[in-house]
Structures are given as structure tokens and as C-alpha cells.
């Protein structure tokens, strides 16, 4: 396959390549699959004399010879053997298939409507649709049209059919960006062999889920931060087979790469069945690196798995080509976090873990609900909210402790004022007045206290200026903000971070 490739790169300098069988020569597969079937390379060129020299000197090329178009069955079932030896111009899966006139025509018509686009325009592509979202929502929601006295009912009608058009644009704009998470999931092949090499480990890669589409851009992100959690889940992670075979682990050990959805947002995950972390000895490391901020007794098991992603934290106590410096995890989490990311880790000792990336599915447009708390704007994506409803004084429940509930269709959830979480005097107070919106993310759910609703929209997600990195916007549970159609800004709540700061076992 690497010559294969050197033949590739030569002929990409002197004409257009259009697609090669098998497509990705990168595989581990490939060097099989062209030894049993042959390399077949499609291409235009204006100079078929100079590829086909070019051919006839490259390595391993029997022979190379220019094909006619064929006009019949029996000219056709020639065609493959000069292509299986020399990968002419022509691509040989199409004429081993008998020589019809009608389905060639469909098959040509169909090659014709491919085309390759930089993924500047598509970039370019996407701010612009962001920006029609922009103005819709300030031409529909303008401020003017509430004082003006006529019948709007037929620009009502318009505003609708022209946020259907705006969604829809919307729609095939992501669509034309989608990727399959294979081309990244595919790359980590070489990682693991290599590894596999040089520590003797035997780890079997698994892939689940690899069809999952996303954002062209969130593939380029995935490459690096994949490439440090494998080598980790590799070096780290899985122990030495004599190790294994000590502990009774019978079955071979394995790193899983798995893609998904989870609302939205996209869930890659790299789990290994190897040794867990001990928290114990990861506490005795923060310790001694002086990372420790409180007391160590009132670390959570989640807290301790994060300074596995702190700067200067290493659990090898060797170092090592692929670890030991204490450098990478953390660079990860920071990279994933510039684009509205989060990175998270989880382990049971002597079975395994689990680094978890979550990356939002749209870097820029989001459905969200916009709520009043004090005269301050707030939005909530529509994805974590389940039901909005007014409460009743009966639902009310407040425990001896002071904290308080709500009561919804038998279910007792936790009441979260958004005004005492911002810090926002002047809100709604009386529960019967304000409104209640019932969240969930992952498996936390509880009722958040707001004003009034102020309008059900489309934002373009915006990231915090870099000047308020002092701040913690986060981990307040702050995504980032946009601007509204009257132009004033809103902040947009990141549910994940936001529960993250209560502790909802008193409401089980």
C-alpha cells in the first residue's frame, strides 16, 4: 500500500484524482485488498500520454496502456485487466458490470453531480446562514412593530414561511458538512499497532458506532485530543498481559472508541477493560504535587479523576516515549473547552475507564427558550427543557433543611431560583407568580424558577471574550451569549455545567 501511495502523490501533481478502490489506502486492509483485486485509480487529465509514462515507470506496474471507451459487452469484460495492473484513468468497477447503455448514462450522470468545494466557502457558507438568523429574529421581533397600529396578519403569515425557508437553509448547510467519525476513529489503527509494537500489550481496537455524522470542523478538532486518550488508554490503562492473566482477567483486552448523540450534543467516548484508577494513589500524587485545594475528605471520586487532566499530572513514574511528563490531558481539555467542549473521566478499579469528550453537534445555532429573571435575559436550550407550567401554592414544599420542591405528577424535584444562582435581586419571589420550567440533563432533573417566558427562538451562539477568562462564566453554568432580535444580549445556559452545582441526592 505505500507504494501505492507514492504512485498516488504523483499522479495528484500532474492531474485530478477523482477516487481510488480501495478508497482509503491508509487502512490496514489495503495492502490485502490490492493484492487480491488490484488498484484501480479514476482521474482527469488533459495529458493521458504523460500519465500513462509516468505509470510505466512507477514500481510494481506491469504494464499501462490507454482503455477506449467500450461499446460493447465483450469490449467491456477486457477492460478490468489493464486496470487491475496499471490503474489507467478509467475506474474498473464500472465496466465489470455488463455494458448497457442506459445505466452507463445514469452512472456517468451520477459521477457528474459529485463536486469538491473548500471548506473555506462551506465555512464562509455557515456564517452567513448564521447571520440571516440574526436579522430574521431582529426584523421579526422588532421593538417598531408592537407601537404600529395596522393588521399584521400578512406579515405574520410572511415571518413564518420565511423562518421555515431560514430552517431549512439551515439544515442542508450542516448537512453538506457532515463527515462520518471514521475518518478519525480510522487513524488511531496505526496508534494502537504501533503501540502494540513497542510495549507488547496485544490490545484489540473497537469501534462502535463509527457512522455517526458530524460537523466537518469537529472531526479536525477529534484527531489530536483521540490520539492522546488512546495512547493513554494503551500505556496507562491496560496492564502488561502477565499482569492480567495475575488478576484472572480472562478476556483480551481491548480500547473501545464509541460515537453518538446525546440531545445536543456529540458523545465520543474511548473506554478501556484494564486496571481502573485507584483513587487513593491518585490523591497521594495531587498531594505531593501540591495540588490540593481543601481537605482530602471532601474530595468526590469525580474530583479525583480530574487531576488526571490537570497540568503536570502523571500517574507513570517512568518516563516514557508515549507518558510520564505530565503533559497533553490538559492541553486536550483546554482545546476541547475553546470550542464549547467538555472533557470527562470516570474509572472503577480493576475493571477499566472511561474518557468521555462531549462536543455541542452545532458550533454556532441553537433552539433556545428565553426567560426574564429581574430584567435579566437568560436562554435555556429547548432540548434540556421538557415542559414549562405555572405552580400551584399546593405544590410548594419546603423541608426542614430549608431547601425547596416541587411537586409534578407525583414526582418531588428540586426547586432552583434562577435569580438566587445569578444573584439577581428585584426577580419574582411568590412561586405562584413566576414561571416554572422543568430541565433535564443526563440523569438529573429539577424545576428552574423564572419571570416571565419571553420568546421561543433561534440563537447564534456566541463564545465569551477571552477578557473574562478571570471569570467563572462555565462553571456558573454559562455557554455563551448571543443577541436578540430588539438588541439586547442574552446569556445562554449550558444545563451540564449548570447542574453541576447542586447536589441532588436530597431529592431522591
Do not use: W
Not at 421579526?140 to 407601537?147: A, E, Q, V, Y
Not at 453537534?361 to 426574564?372: K, P
Not at 426547586?415 to 411568590?430: Q, T, Y
Request: charged fraction near 30%; charge should be negative.
Amino acid at each position: 500500500d505505500m507504494r501505492a501511495l507514492v504512485l498516488l502523490r504523483a499522479l495528484g501533481k500532474m492531474c485530478e484524482v477523482i477516487k481510488t478502490f480501495p478508497e482509503d489506502l491508509d487502512a490496514d486492509n489495503a495492502g490485502d485488498e490490492i493484492s487480491k483485486k488490484g488498484l484501480y485509480i479514476k482521474l482527469i487529465t488533459d495529458d493521458p500520454n504523460g500519465v500513462l509514462d509516468l505509470m510505466k515507470n512507477a514500481v510494481n506496474v506491469d504494464k499501462a496502456e490507454q482503455v477506449k471507451k467500450p461499446e460493447q459487452p465483450a469490449n467491456a469484460a477486457k477492460k478490468p485487466q489493464p486496470a487491475q495492473k496499471s490503474a489507467p484513468e478509467k475506474s474498473a468497477p464500472k465496466p465489470a458490470q455488463p455494458a448497457n447503455a442506459v445505466p452507463k448514462k445514469h452512472a456517468e450522470k451520477h459521477e457528474q453531480s459529485m463536486i469538491s468545494v473548500k471548506l473555506d466557502k462551506l465555512n464562509r457558507l455557515l456564517d452567513l446562514v448564521a447571520e440571516i438568523v440574526i436579522t430574521e429574529g431582529s426584523v421579526i421581533s422588532s421593538p417598531d412593530l408592537k407601537k404600529a397600529e395596522i393588521n399584521l396578519d400578512r406579515f405574520n403569515k410572511s415571518s413564518r414561511e420565511l423562518k421555515k425557508l431560514t430552517d431549512e437553509l439551515q439544515d442542508v448547510v450542516m448537512s453538506i458538512r457532515m463527515v462520518p467519525v471514521s475518518t478519525a476513529f480510522q487513524k488511531m489503527n496505526r496508534v494502537v499497532r504501533d503501540m502494540n509494537q513497542k510495549l507488547k500489550k496485544n490490545v484489540t481496537l473497537v469501534f462502535e458506532g463509527q457512522e455517526t455524522e458530524v460537523d466537518k470542523s469537529i472531526v479536525d478538532i477529534l484527531n489530536d485530543p483521540l490520539m492522546h486518550i488512546v495512547r493513554n488508554a494503551v500505556d496507562h490503562g491496560i496492564e502488561d498481559p502477565e499482569v492480567r492473566a495475575k488478576a484472572g482477567k480472562t478476556e483480551p483486552a481491548t480500547v473501545t472508541l464509541s460515537a453518538g448523540y446525546d440531545s445536543n450534543e456529540v458523545v465520543i467516548s474511548c473506554r478501556d477493560n484494564g486496571a481502573g484508577m485507584d483513587t487513593a494513589k491518585l490523591m497521594a500524587k495531587a498531594k505531593k504535587n501540591g495540588m490540593l485545594t481543601k481537605p482530602e475528605n471532601e474530595y468526590t471520586d469525580k474530583e479525583i479523576f480530574n487531576f488526571v487532566v490537570a497540568a503536570g499530572f502523571s500517574t507513570n513514574d517512568k518516563i516514557t516515549e508515549y507518558s510520564g511528563r505530565g503533559v497533553g490531558m490538559d492541553v486536550v481539555k483546554k482545546n476541547l473547552e475553546k470550542v464549547g467542549g467538555k472533557l470527562y473521566v470516570d474509572s472503577k478499579f480493576g475493571e477499566g475507564s472511561v474518557f468521555t469528550i462531549r462536543i455541542p453537534l452545532s458550533l454556532s445555532i441553537l433552539d433556545v427558550l428565553s426567560v426574564d429573571v429581574g430584567g435579566e435575559n437568560f436562554s435555556l436550550p429547548v432540548s434540556a427543557v421538557s415542559e414549562a407550567f405555572s405552580c400551584k401554592a399546593e405544590s410548594f414544599i419546603t423541608d426542614p433543611e430549608g431547601n425547596e420542591f416541587i411537586m409534578l405528577r407525583e414526582k418531588c424535584l428540586p426547586l432552583i431560583r434562577m435569580s438566587d444562582h445569578f444573584d439577581i435581586p428585584n426577580a419574582e419571589k411568590d412561586v405562584t407568580k413566576g414561571i416554572m420550567l422543568c430541565c433535564k440533563d443526563g440523569g438529573k432533573e429539577a424545576v428552574l424558577m423564572a419571570d416571565r417566558i419571553t420568546v421561543d427562538q433561534q440563537v447564534v451562539v456566541k463564545p465569551f471574550s477571552p477578557l473574562l477568562d478571570a471569570y467563572p462564566l462555565k462553571e456558573s453554568g454559562m455557554a455563551g451569549c448571543s443577541v436578540l432580535g430588539d438588541g439586547s444580549i442574552t446569556i445562554i445556559l449550558d444545563m451540564k455545567e449548570f447542574f453541576g452545582n447542586y447536589d441532588f441526592r436530597k431529592g431522591e
